[in-house]
Protein backbone atom coordinates (compact mmCIF):
# COMPACT_ATOMS: atom_id res chain seq x y z
CA UNK A 1 0.00 0.00 0.00
CA UNK A 2 2.82 2.31 0.79
CA UNK A 3 4.52 1.55 -2.28
CA UNK A 4 1.22 2.63 -4.62
CA UNK A 5 1.64 6.19 -3.25
CA UNK A 6 5.38 7.27 -2.99
CA UNK A 7 5.88 10.81 -4.45
CA UNK A 8 7.92 11.64 -7.02
CA UNK A 9 11.30 13.18 -6.86
CA UNK A 10 11.18 16.04 -9.48
CA UNK A 11 14.72 15.56 -11.50
CA UNK A 12 16.27 18.48 -12.26
CA UNK A 13 17.90 18.75 -16.09
CA UNK A 14 20.98 20.70 -14.60
CA UNK A 15 23.45 20.00 -18.17
CA UNK A 16 20.40 21.67 -19.95
CA UNK A 17 20.48 24.31 -17.90
CA UNK A 18 24.02 24.91 -17.32
CA UNK A 19 24.27 24.80 -21.25
CA UNK A 20 21.89 27.22 -21.58
CA UNK A 21 23.34 30.09 -19.47
CA UNK A 22 26.48 29.77 -20.37
CA UNK A 23 25.32 30.21 -24.28
CA UNK A 24 23.60 32.82 -22.73
CA UNK A 25 26.66 34.41 -21.00
CA UNK A 26 29.11 33.52 -23.77
CA UNK A 27 26.96 35.92 -26.32
CA UNK A 28 26.78 38.57 -24.14
CA UNK A 29 30.55 38.03 -23.11
CA UNK A 30 32.22 38.05 -26.62
CA UNK A 31 29.97 40.75 -27.95
CA UNK A 32 30.77 42.84 -25.31
CA UNK A 33 34.79 41.98 -25.85
CA UNK A 34 34.34 42.58 -29.58
CA UNK A 35 32.45 45.93 -28.48
CA UNK A 36 35.55 47.11 -26.22
CA UNK A 37 37.58 46.11 -28.95
CA UNK A 38 35.82 47.97 -31.38
CA UNK A 39 35.67 45.21 -34.04
CA UNK A 40 33.26 46.04 -36.83
CA UNK A 41 33.39 42.77 -39.06
CA UNK A 42 30.57 41.13 -38.05
CA UNK A 43 31.47 37.67 -39.56
CA UNK A 44 34.31 37.58 -36.84
CA UNK A 45 32.10 38.65 -34.42
CA UNK A 46 30.34 35.89 -34.74
CA UNK A 47 32.76 33.34 -35.28
CA UNK A 48 34.05 34.30 -31.81
CA UNK A 49 30.83 34.16 -30.49
CA UNK A 50 30.44 30.72 -31.97
CA UNK A 51 33.66 29.35 -30.75
CA UNK A 52 32.97 30.92 -27.20
CA UNK A 53 30.04 29.23 -27.09
CA UNK A 54 31.49 26.01 -27.91
CA UNK A 55 34.42 25.78 -25.81
CA UNK A 56 31.92 26.92 -22.98
CA UNK A 57 28.92 24.40 -23.88
CA UNK A 58 32.50 21.54 -23.88
CA UNK A 59 33.46 23.08 -20.50
CA UNK A 60 29.76 22.18 -18.83
CA UNK A 61 29.72 18.74 -20.00
CA UNK A 62 32.81 18.05 -18.94
CA UNK A 63 32.43 19.65 -15.10
CA UNK A 64 28.82 17.97 -15.42
CA UNK A 65 30.36 14.50 -16.16
CA UNK A 66 32.99 14.71 -13.73
CA UNK A 67 30.65 16.05 -11.01
CA UNK A 68 27.88 12.88 -11.74
CA UNK A 69 31.43 10.74 -11.52
CA UNK A 70 31.92 12.45 -7.92
CA UNK A 71 28.21 12.13 -7.21
CA UNK A 72 27.92 8.40 -7.28
CA UNK A 73 31.19 7.60 -5.92
CA UNK A 74 30.66 9.94 -2.70
CA UNK A 75 27.48 8.33 -2.25
CA UNK A 76 28.82 5.08 -1.32
CA UNK A 77 31.75 6.39 0.47
CA UNK A 78 31.01 9.12 3.28
CA UNK A 79 34.39 11.18 3.02
CA UNK A 80 32.33 13.98 1.24
CA UNK A 81 34.43 16.94 3.01
CA UNK A 82 37.30 16.09 0.09
CA UNK A 83 34.75 16.02 -2.61
CA UNK A 84 34.68 19.32 -3.67
CA UNK A 85 38.44 20.45 -3.48
CA UNK A 86 38.98 17.08 -6.14
CA UNK A 87 36.12 17.57 -8.66
CA UNK A 88 37.06 21.46 -9.00
CA UNK A 89 40.90 20.13 -9.39
CA UNK A 90 40.23 17.88 -11.78
CA UNK A 91 37.81 19.98 -13.73
CA UNK A 92 40.06 22.95 -13.78
CA UNK A 93 42.99 20.39 -14.56
CA UNK A 94 40.68 18.86 -18.13
CA UNK A 95 39.24 21.62 -19.07
CA UNK A 96 42.84 23.98 -19.32
CA UNK A 97 44.33 20.99 -21.48
CA UNK A 98 41.47 20.68 -23.61
CA UNK A 99 41.46 24.55 -23.75
CA UNK A 100 45.39 24.69 -25.00
CA UNK A 101 45.37 22.13 -27.18
CA UNK A 102 42.23 23.27 -28.95
CA UNK A 103 43.78 27.24 -29.03
CA UNK A 104 47.07 25.21 -30.64
CA UNK A 105 45.08 23.60 -33.25
CA UNK A 106 43.34 26.66 -34.47
CA UNK A 107 46.57 28.63 -34.43
CA UNK A 108 49.17 26.19 -36.37
CA UNK A 109 50.74 29.20 -38.32
CA UNK A 110 53.15 29.61 -34.73
CA UNK A 111 56.43 28.18 -34.80
CA UNK A 112 56.53 26.67 -31.51
CA UNK A 113 54.50 25.38 -28.90
CA UNK A 114 56.41 27.46 -25.94
CA UNK A 115 55.76 30.87 -28.78
CA UNK A 116 52.18 29.59 -28.57
CA UNK A 117 52.31 29.77 -24.70
CA UNK A 118 54.04 33.24 -24.56
CA UNK A 119 51.80 34.98 -26.55
CA UNK A 120 50.04 37.57 -24.76
CA UNK A 121 46.60 37.40 -26.90
CA UNK A 122 46.54 33.78 -25.74
CA UNK A 123 47.48 34.38 -22.47
CA UNK A 124 44.42 36.56 -22.09
CA UNK A 125 42.06 34.11 -23.75
CA UNK A 126 42.74 31.48 -21.21
CA UNK A 127 42.89 33.91 -18.40
CA UNK A 128 39.33 34.67 -19.17
CA UNK A 129 38.29 30.54 -19.59
CA UNK A 130 40.09 30.01 -16.71
CA UNK A 131 36.93 32.56 -15.00
CA UNK A 132 34.80 30.81 -17.16
CA UNK A 133 36.06 27.53 -15.97
CA UNK A 134 35.24 28.50 -12.11
CA UNK A 135 31.94 30.04 -13.29
CA UNK A 136 30.62 26.75 -14.61
CA UNK A 137 32.10 25.16 -11.85
CA UNK A 138 30.18 27.15 -9.30
CA UNK A 139 26.82 27.07 -11.45
CA UNK A 140 27.00 23.35 -11.35
CA UNK A 141 27.73 23.23 -7.81
CA UNK A 142 24.57 25.59 -6.83
CA UNK A 143 22.15 23.45 -9.49
CA UNK A 144 23.85 20.49 -7.73
CA UNK A 145 22.87 21.68 -4.45
CA UNK A 146 19.63 22.60 -4.77
CA UNK A 147 18.90 19.47 -6.63
CA UNK A 148 19.96 17.76 -3.88
CA UNK A 149 18.07 20.47 -1.02
CA UNK A 150 14.88 19.13 -3.68
CA UNK A 151 15.46 15.37 -3.37
CA UNK A 152 16.18 15.79 0.51
CA UNK A 153 13.02 18.16 0.54
CA UNK A 154 10.52 15.21 -1.13
CA UNK A 155 12.55 12.70 0.99
CA UNK A 156 11.70 13.69 3.91
CA UNK A 157 7.91 14.53 3.04
CA UNK A 158 7.70 10.86 1.62
CA UNK A 159 9.14 9.85 4.94
CA UNK A 160 6.11 11.81 6.85
CA UNK A 161 3.49 10.43 4.40
CA UNK A 162 4.48 6.76 4.74
CA UNK A 163 4.61 7.43 8.67
CA UNK A 164 1.20 9.02 8.71
CA UNK A 165 -0.05 5.58 6.78
CA UNK A 166 1.43 3.23 8.96
CA UNK A 167 0.27 4.99 11.93
CA UNK A 168 -3.42 4.60 10.24
CA UNK A 169 -2.49 1.55 9.42
CA UNK A 170 -1.62 1.13 13.91
CA UNK A 171 -4.82 2.52 15.03
CA UNK A 172 -6.78 0.37 12.28
CA UNK A 173 -4.80 -2.78 13.92
CA UNK A 174 -5.33 -1.14 17.83
CA UNK A 175 -9.00 -1.36 18.45
CA UNK A 176 -9.45 -4.53 17.36
CA UNK A 177 -12.93 -5.73 16.88
CA UNK A 178 -12.58 -9.40 17.11
CA UNK A 179 -10.73 -8.70 20.39
CA UNK A 180 -13.57 -6.64 22.09
CA UNK A 181 -16.16 -9.08 20.78
CA UNK A 182 -14.14 -11.81 22.33
CA UNK A 183 -13.84 -9.61 25.40
CA UNK A 184 -17.40 -8.57 25.69
CA UNK A 185 -18.16 -12.07 25.75
CA UNK A 186 -16.01 -13.31 28.58
CA UNK A 187 -17.45 -10.40 30.58
CA UNK A 188 -21.17 -11.43 29.70
CA UNK A 189 -19.92 -15.40 30.97
CA UNK A 190 -18.19 -13.61 34.01
CA UNK A 191 -20.98 -11.28 35.14
CA UNK A 192 -23.21 -14.39 36.64
CA UNK A 193 -20.01 -16.46 38.10
CA UNK A 194 -17.97 -13.49 39.89
CA UNK A 195 -19.01 -10.18 40.39
CA UNK A 196 -15.75 -9.28 41.83
CA UNK A 197 -13.93 -10.83 38.91
CA UNK A 198 -15.89 -9.48 36.75
CA UNK A 199 -15.65 -5.66 38.16
CA UNK A 200 -11.96 -6.14 37.60
CA UNK A 201 -12.37 -7.03 34.53
CA UNK A 202 -14.21 -4.06 33.21
CA UNK A 203 -11.63 -2.11 35.04
CA UNK A 204 -8.51 -3.86 33.15
CA UNK A 205 -10.67 -3.43 30.02
CA UNK A 206 -11.21 0.07 30.23
CA UNK A 207 -7.40 0.58 31.08
CA UNK A 208 -6.61 -1.03 28.30
CA UNK A 209 -8.87 0.66 25.88
CA UNK A 210 -8.03 4.52 27.50
CA UNK A 211 -4.19 3.40 26.67
CA UNK A 212 -5.43 2.89 23.15
CA UNK A 213 -7.23 5.99 22.61
CA UNK A 214 -4.79 8.16 24.72
CA UNK A 215 -1.63 6.50 22.62
CA UNK A 216 -2.98 7.12 19.15
CA UNK A 217 -0.86 10.23 18.47
CA UNK A 218 1.85 8.92 20.57
CA UNK A 219 5.28 8.16 18.49
CA UNK A 220 6.68 7.34 21.61
CA UNK A 221 5.68 5.80 24.71
CA UNK A 222 8.41 4.32 27.97
CA UNK A 223 8.91 0.97 28.57
CA UNK A 224 7.37 1.16 31.79
CA UNK A 225 4.23 2.61 30.35
CA UNK A 226 3.85 0.16 28.16
CA UNK A 227 4.42 -2.58 30.25
CA UNK A 228 1.35 -1.53 32.29
CA UNK A 229 -0.55 -1.69 29.50
CA UNK A 230 0.44 -5.29 28.67
CA UNK A 231 -0.55 -6.46 32.03
CA UNK A 232 -3.63 -5.06 31.22
CA UNK A 233 -3.91 -6.55 28.16
CA UNK A 234 -2.72 -10.14 29.48
CA UNK A 235 -5.04 -10.19 32.06
CA UNK A 236 -7.78 -10.18 29.60
CA UNK A 237 -6.10 -12.65 28.08
CA UNK A 238 -5.54 -14.85 31.23
CA UNK A 239 -9.53 -14.61 31.94
CA UNK A 240 -10.49 -15.91 28.81
CA UNK A 241 -8.16 -18.67 27.95
CA UNK A 242 -7.50 -18.95 31.98
CA UNK A 243 -4.48 -21.19 32.36
CA UNK A 244 -3.94 -21.95 28.84
CA UNK A 245 -1.69 -18.56 28.48
CA UNK A 246 1.46 -17.11 30.51
CA UNK A 247 3.30 -14.55 30.26
CA UNK A 248 7.10 -14.53 32.08
CA UNK A 249 8.72 -10.85 32.11
CA UNK A 250 12.60 -10.49 33.07
CA UNK A 251 13.52 -7.07 32.75
CA UNK A 252 16.70 -6.25 33.93
CA UNK A 253 16.80 -2.67 32.51
CA UNK A 254 15.38 0.25 33.99
CA UNK A 255 12.03 0.43 31.56
CA UNK A 256 11.95 4.33 32.63
CA UNK A 257 15.25 5.40 30.47
CA UNK A 258 14.06 3.19 27.46
CA UNK A 259 11.16 3.86 24.88
CA UNK A 260 9.08 1.78 22.37
CA UNK A 261 6.54 2.52 19.78
CA UNK A 262 3.12 2.15 21.55
CA UNK A 263 1.31 -1.11 21.44
CA UNK A 264 4.55 -3.10 20.03
CA UNK A 265 3.69 -5.67 22.80
CA UNK A 266 0.26 -6.34 22.08
CA UNK A 267 0.43 -6.51 18.66
CA UNK A 268 3.41 -9.07 19.03
CA UNK A 269 1.16 -10.78 21.89
CA UNK A 270 -2.20 -10.26 19.67
CA UNK A 271 0.38 -12.50 16.90
CA UNK A 272 1.33 -15.32 18.80
CA UNK A 273 -2.33 -16.08 20.49
CA UNK A 274 -3.55 -15.45 16.82
CA UNK A 275 -1.43 -18.14 15.58
CA UNK A 276 -1.24 -20.74 18.08
CA UNK A 277 -3.28 -23.21 19.92
CA UNK A 278 -3.18 -23.05 23.71
CA UNK A 279 -4.08 -26.05 26.29
CA UNK A 280 -3.73 -26.71 29.83
CA UNK A 281 -1.22 -29.41 29.16
CA UNK A 282 0.43 -27.46 26.47
CA UNK A 283 -0.09 -23.58 27.62
CA UNK A 284 1.17 -20.45 25.05
CA UNK A 285 4.35 -19.26 26.86
CA UNK A 286 5.32 -15.50 26.03
CA UNK A 287 8.52 -14.20 27.54
CA UNK A 288 10.15 -10.81 27.59
CA UNK A 289 13.85 -11.12 27.97
CA UNK A 290 15.36 -7.75 27.94
CA UNK A 291 19.24 -6.42 26.72
CA UNK A 292 21.30 -3.65 26.71
CA UNK A 293 19.43 -1.63 24.12
CA UNK A 294 16.77 -4.01 23.04
CA UNK A 295 13.83 -6.42 24.27
CA UNK A 296 13.45 -9.55 22.62
CA UNK A 297 9.88 -11.35 22.30
CA UNK A 298 9.67 -15.24 22.66
CA UNK A 299 6.87 -17.66 22.11
CA UNK A 300 7.03 -21.28 21.95
CA UNK A 301 5.32 -22.30 18.68
CA UNK A 302 2.11 -24.82 18.59
CA UNK A 303 0.40 -23.87 14.90
CA UNK A 304 -3.17 -24.55 14.97
CA UNK A 305 -4.91 -27.39 13.02
CA UNK A 306 -6.57 -24.91 10.87
CA UNK A 307 -4.76 -22.48 8.33
CA UNK A 308 -4.72 -19.12 10.02
CA UNK A 309 -4.97 -16.33 6.91
CA UNK A 310 -2.30 -13.85 7.96
CA UNK A 311 -1.67 -10.25 6.26
CA UNK A 312 1.91 -9.60 8.06
CA UNK A 313 0.39 -6.54 8.58
CA UNK A 314 1.09 -6.22 12.38
CA UNK A 315 4.97 -7.17 12.20
CA UNK A 316 5.59 -5.14 8.99
CA UNK A 317 3.74 -1.49 11.30
CA UNK A 318 6.19 -2.07 13.89
CA UNK A 319 9.14 -2.78 11.57
CA UNK A 320 8.56 0.44 9.62
CA UNK A 321 7.75 2.62 12.89
CA UNK A 322 11.08 1.49 14.18
CA UNK A 323 13.15 1.87 10.71
CA UNK A 324 11.49 5.72 10.87
CA UNK A 325 12.16 6.46 14.61
CA UNK A 326 15.34 4.76 15.08
CA UNK A 327 17.22 3.27 11.36
CA UNK A 328 17.18 0.07 13.28
CA UNK A 329 15.45 -2.89 12.35
CA UNK A 330 13.76 -5.66 14.34
CA UNK A 331 15.42 -9.29 13.64
CA UNK A 332 12.81 -12.08 13.58
CA UNK A 333 13.92 -15.45 14.22
CA UNK A 334 11.40 -18.59 13.79
CA UNK A 335 12.46 -22.35 14.62
CA UNK A 336 10.39 -25.69 15.00
CA UNK A 337 9.82 -24.87 18.35
CA UNK A 338 10.33 -20.90 18.87
CA UNK A 339 9.56 -17.54 17.76
CA UNK A 340 11.60 -14.88 18.19
CA UNK A 341 11.31 -11.04 17.85
CA UNK A 342 14.55 -8.61 19.05
CA UNK A 343 13.35 -5.15 19.15
CA UNK A 344 15.36 -2.32 19.36
CA UNK A 345 14.63 0.43 22.37
CA UNK A 346 15.02 4.28 22.16
CA UNK A 347 16.77 6.06 24.99
CA UNK A 348 14.43 8.09 26.61
CA UNK A 349 15.42 11.53 26.24
Not at 23 to 50: A, C, H, M, P
Not at 105 to 121: E, I, K, P, T
Not at 231 to 252: C, G, H, T, V
Not at 274 to 302: E, F, G
Amino acid sequence: MIDQNKMSITKIPILRYMVLLMVLVGTIFQSFISYVNSESDWLVIFKNILITISVQSIFCCIIYLIKESFNRFFNKNKSSWIRYPLEFILSCAICFYILVLSMFLLHRNVNSFSDFLGNSGFRLHLSINIVAIIFIYAIASILNLYQLIVEKSAHAEQLQHRFAQVRLLALKNQVNPHFLFNSLSVLTSLVHVNAAASEKFIVQLAKAYRYILEQKDTELVTLKVELDFLDAYFYLLSIRFENKIQLIKNIKISPEEWSIPPLTLQMLVENAVKHNKMSSSKPLVITLNSYTDSLQVINNINNREEEVISTGLGLENIKKRLVFLTNKEISVLKTTKEFSVNIPLIKTK
